[in-house]
C-alpha cells in the first residue's frame, strides 16, 4: 500500500468523520445556559396538547393550560419570547434530545429511569390523587369511609391507595375506567370517588353545582421540568424560578386557574 493510498484513505477517513461530528452535533447541540437563551432570543418548550387541564388547546387550537403557563412565565424571567412545541407521551424525550425543544415542561413525573436520560428539575406540579365528593358530605379522615359508597377504576393507583386505608367493610365499587367510574358519580350510584386532579378539575368545570372538592389525599406524583444532561445550567435557573413562583404564590393562581383550588405543597423530589 503506498503512502498516496494512505493519505486518501485518512482524508476520506476523517472527511467522514467530520460529517458525523457534524450531523450529530446538530442533533444534540443545544442552548445549554440562561445567556445562551437570552442571545437566541426565544425559549422553545415542549407541551403537551392531549392531557388537559395540564396540556390542552385553547379555542383557536393553540397549545393551552396548567404547563404553558408556567411555560409563559419561564420565558418571561429570561426576557424571551415563548415558542410552544406539542408534544406526546412517546416523543417527548427524543424531542428534547435531538434538538427540537429546549426543555419540557409537559407533565412529566420524575422517576430513576427517565433520569438516565434527562435532567429533571424541582417538582413544579403534581397529578395528585384524591377521594373527591360533594362539600356536604363529611369526609375528615379515613374513619369515615366506612359509611361512603366510594367508586374507582379497577386496579388503579387510586384502588390501591384507597383499598389502603379504609377500614374493613368500606363500600367500595370498582368500574373498569376513570370515565365509567366518573358517571357513577355524577349519576348518584357512588358517592365519593377516588381520581387525580385532573378528575376534579373537570367536574368544577362541567358540574360546578355538585361542589366536588377533595377530602383526603392518597398520592401525589412529582412533575419536573426536563432538560439535556448537559443543561445543568438551565436547570439550575429553572429550580431558582420554580422557587419564586411558588413563594410569590404565581404557581398557585395558575393551579386555581386550571384545577380549581390553591396550590397543595408540591411533594418533595424522589431520590433518583
Same mark, same amino acid.
Given at each position: 500500500m503506498t503512502m498516496k493510498? &494512505?493519505?486518501?484513505?485518512? *482524508? $476520506?477517513? &476523517?472527511?467522514?468523520?467530520?460529517?458525523?461530528?457534524? &450531523? *450529530?452535533?446538530? $442533533?444534540? =447541540?443545544?442552548? =445549554?445556559?440562561?445567556?445562551?437563551?437570552?442571545e437566541n432570543g426565544t425559549l422553545r418548550v415542549g407541551v403537551l396538547v392531549d392531557y388537559p387541564p395540564f396540556g390542552g388547546t385553547d379555542s383557536n387550537q393553540q397549545p393551552a393550560g396548567y404547563d404553558a403557563d408556567v411555560a409563559k412565565l419561564f420565558a418571561k424571567s429570561l426576557g424571551v419570547k415563548l415558542e410552544l412545541v406539542p408534544v406526546t407521551g412517546p416523543n417527548r424525550i427524543p424531542y428534547l434530545l435531538t434538538n427540537k425543544i429546549d426543555v419540557l415542561i409537559a407533565t412529566f413525573g420524575i422517576t430513576a429511569k427517565r433520569a438516565e436520560q434527562v435532567l429533571f428539575s424541582d417538582p413544579y406540579s403534581a397529578l395528585t390523587v384524591y377521594v373527591l365528593a360533594p362539600k356536604s358530605l363529611s369526609i375528615k379522615g379515613p374513619e369515615d369511609l366506612k359509611s361512603v359508597t366510594i367508586g374507582v377504576a379497577r386496579a388503579s393507583t387510586q384502588d390501591t391507595a384507597i383499598t389502603e386505608i379504609a377500614p374493613e367493610g368500606t363500600p367500595i365499587k370498582r368500574f373498569d375506567d376513570d370515565a365509567t367510574a366518573l358517571q357513577a358519580l355524577i349519576s348518584g350510584q357512588v358517592q365519593a370517588l377516588g381520581a387525580s386532579n385532573t378528575i376534579l378539575a373537570q367536574l368544577t368545570k362541567d358540574y360546578p353545582k355538585m361542589e366536588i372538592e377533595p377530602k383526603i389525599k392518597l398520592k401525589a406524583q412529582a412533575n419536573g421540568m426536563a432538560f439535556r444532561k448537559s443543561d445543568t445550567a438551565l436547570r439550575d435557573y429553572a429550580n431558582t424560578f420554580i422557587a419564586e413562583i411558588v413563594k410569590n404564590g404565581e404557581l398557585s393562581k395558575i393551579n386555581e386557574r386550571w384545577f380549581g383550588i390553591p396550590l397543595d405543597k408540591l411533594p418533595p423530589m424522589p431520590e433518583l
Amino acid at each position: 500500500m503506498t503512502m498516496k493510498t &494512505l493519505t486518501r484513505r485518512g *482524508f $476520506a477517513t &476523517l472527511a467522514v468523520a467530520g460529517f458525523a461530528t457534524t &450531523l *450529530f452535533g446538530i $442533533a444534540t =447541540a443545544g442552548a =445549554a445556559t440562561p445567556d445562551e437563551i437570552k442571545e437566541n432570543g426565544t425559549l422553545r418548550v415542549g407541551v403537551l396538547v392531549d392531557y388537559p387541564p395540564f396540556g390542552g388547546t385553547d379555542s383557536n387550537q393553540q397549545p393551552a393550560g396548567y404547563d404553558a403557563d408556567v411555560a409563559k412565565l419561564f420565558a418571561k424571567s429570561l426576557g424571551v419570547k415563548l415558542e410552544l412545541v406539542p408534544v406526546t407521551g412517546p416523543n417527548r424525550i427524543p424531542y428534547l434530545l435531538t434538538n427540537k425543544i429546549d426543555v419540557l415542561i409537559a407533565t412529566f413525573g420524575i422517576t430513576a429511569k427517565r433520569a438516565e436520560q434527562v435532567l429533571f428539575s424541582d417538582p413544579y406540579s403534581a397529578l395528585t390523587v384524591y377521594v373527591l365528593a360533594p362539600k356536604s358530605l363529611s369526609i375528615k379522615g379515613p374513619e369515615d369511609l366506612k359509611s361512603v359508597t366510594i367508586g374507582v377504576a379497577r386496579a388503579s393507583t387510586q384502588d390501591t391507595a384507597i383499598t389502603e386505608i379504609a377500614p374493613e367493610g368500606t363500600p367500595i365499587k370498582r368500574f373498569d375506567d376513570d370515565a365509567t367510574a366518573l358517571q357513577a358519580l355524577i349519576s348518584g350510584q357512588v358517592q365519593a370517588l377516588g381520581a387525580s386532579n385532573t378528575i376534579l378539575a373537570q367536574l368544577t368545570k362541567d358540574y360546578p353545582k355538585m361542589e366536588i372538592e377533595p377530602k383526603i389525599k392518597l398520592k401525589a406524583q412529582a412533575n419536573g421540568m426536563a432538560f439535556r444532561k448537559s443543561d445543568t445550567a438551565l436547570r439550575d435557573y429553572a429550580n431558582t424560578f420554580i422557587a419564586e413562583i411558588v413563594k410569590n404564590g404565581e404557581l398557585s393562581k395558575i393551579n386555581e386557574r386550571w384545577f380549581g383550588i390553591p396550590l397543595d405543597k408540591l411533594p418533595p423530589m424522589p431520590e433518583l
